[in-house]
């Protein structure tokens, strides 16, 4: 029980560190940044996030929601979002 414990930790200590980087990314696109690049960061943080819960069965954190496809243009950005649904 005690490594479970350890990995847990480990995975909220991460989440801090990963929604840390998600904000700092929405913020950048809602000031223009080039979307790309802000987007893909911020996919890989949702991802590593869920990819974490499920490997530690916190299911509702795992399939609580859907991310559309990383749109891979400013304009195409601007038409379609990248939508999180919780």
């Not at 996919?43 to 590593?48: C, D, G, N, W």
């Not at 399939?63 to 891979?72: A, F, G, L, V």
């Amino acid at each position: 029980m005690l490594e479970l414990d350890q990995f847990r930790h480990v995975y909220f200590q991460e989440c801090e560190d990963l929604l840390g980087s998600l904000e700092v990314q929405l913020i950048a696109l809602q000031e223009g940044a080039e979307a790309d690049d802000v987007i893909q960061e911020a996919f890989r943080a949702i991802h590593s996030v869920k990819g974490g819960a499920g490997a530690l069965q916190f299911r509702r954190i795992a399939h609580s929601h859907t991310i559309s496809k990383p749109c891979s243009t400013r304009s195409a950005a601007a038409r379609s979002p990248l939508r999180l649904i919780w």
